[in-house]
């Protein structure tokens, strides 16, 4: 198990004070200033920067870090296996996503988990993409869902697959009965669009300067859902993945018609796990379901 002084360590490497480390804790300062010095000394190195603006952590307590992270994860799926086997108890798989995915792709995954897992229970946190991956890192969460532009260093990539953008449409738009459209098309109508944090919107502005095109955004918002009932009751439209609005299509909400610019293939979705850790066998069948219902999403749209 974990010693307290590991522990107070992992404390102040998460939060970067001893101060709100100690707060956290409910100890002094003092206690955890001595465990972080008997730990400096015991392994001749330090693991921390002091400056001003707090402690950062050198590249040995990087090392450090990444070690307790795993330990406590292991302590935990030692836990959750022991209780799986006595039957008292659930188990909890911690989820980081895009809002994109967390507003109707990944509740449907974990759904239809739950058919098959009664036990398992599920917190799910939603976040802009470079903290999807930090929070995988620092062990915050089990696995982390989100679309990248470039490859994610410090993670394991148990899933990547190629997603482009799709025109998100009204069935009832100028544009609906096409069956392919460019972003020239689509600068002569009104477009709503996620905020410049997203990387579908860093992704659409990049195409739209080398093209030099520009779009005209009525109303702009980093919450997916208002973008698709504003597309869903007036004459505008969206870019988006499809695996973020298949149950819109399903339902036959919107429409998602291909982009025929090449640059919006330039993106993936990715499942992250955290770097050196042997998984839970829930969370492992859990990531296959997603992977197989997202592939099965990109089956039906011919991606």
């Given amino acids: ?26 100890v002094a300062p003092s206690a955890v200033s001595r465990r972080i010095h008997s730990l400096e000394s015991e392994h001749g190195t330090p693991l921390f920067e002091r400056n001003a ?21 292991e302590a935990d799926k030692l836990a959750a296996e022991l ?10 798989i911690r989820i980081a996503a895009n809002e994109g995915f967390g507003r109707e792709f ?34 915050e969460v089990d696995l982390g869902m989100a679309y990248s532009l470039a490859p994610v260093d410090g993670v394991n990539v148990v899933y990547s697959k190629r997603a482009p953008l799709f025109a998100i449409m009204s069935p009832r738009h100028p544009l609906a009965t096409r069956t392919e459209v460019s972003l020239q098309d689509i600068a002569q109508y009104a477009v709503v669009m996620s905020t410049h ?24 918002s980093d919450y ?16 988006a993945g499809t695996l973020t609005v298949s149950h819109a299509v399903q339902r036959g909400e ?22 050196g850790r042997q998984l839970p066998r829930s969370i492992e069948q859990f990531i296959e379901l997603a992977i197989r ?8 749209h011919g991606e």
């Avoid at 998602?256 to 993106?267: E, F, G, H, K, T």
């Fill in 197 to 220: 944090s997203n990387s579908t919107r860093a992704l659409v502005d990049f195409c739209c300067m080398h093209e030099k095109i520009e779009l005209d955004y009525v109303l702009t």
């Fill in 254 to 275: 919107v429409l998602a018609i291909p982009l025929s610019n090449a640059d919006v293939y330039d993106r993936t979705i990715q499942i992250h796990t955290m770097q």
């Fill in 293 to 300: 219902m997202a592939d099965e999403v990109a089956r039906r």
């Fill in 106 to 139: 990944l509740p449907h995954v974990m759904g239809e988990f739950l058919k098959r897992e009664p036990n398992v229970r599920f917190e799910l946190q939603v976040a802009v993409r470079s903290e999807v991956s930090k929070k995988v890192k620092r062990g």
């Fill in 53 to 73: 603006r707090g402690m950062r952590l050198t590249e040995a307590g990087e090392l450090m870090a990444a070690y307790v992270r795993r330990a406590l994860l």
């Fill in 224 to 239: 997916s859902g208002a973008l698709q009932h504003f597309i869903r009751d007036f004459e505008a439209l969206t870019l």
């Fill in 1 to 26: 198990m974990i010693s307290t002084t590991l522990r107070y360590f992992l404390q102040v490497a998460n939060l970067g004070s001893v101060t709100l480390a100690a707060e956290a804790l409910h």
């Fill in 83 to 92: 209780s799986d086997l006595s039957r008292i108890g659930k188990t909890v």
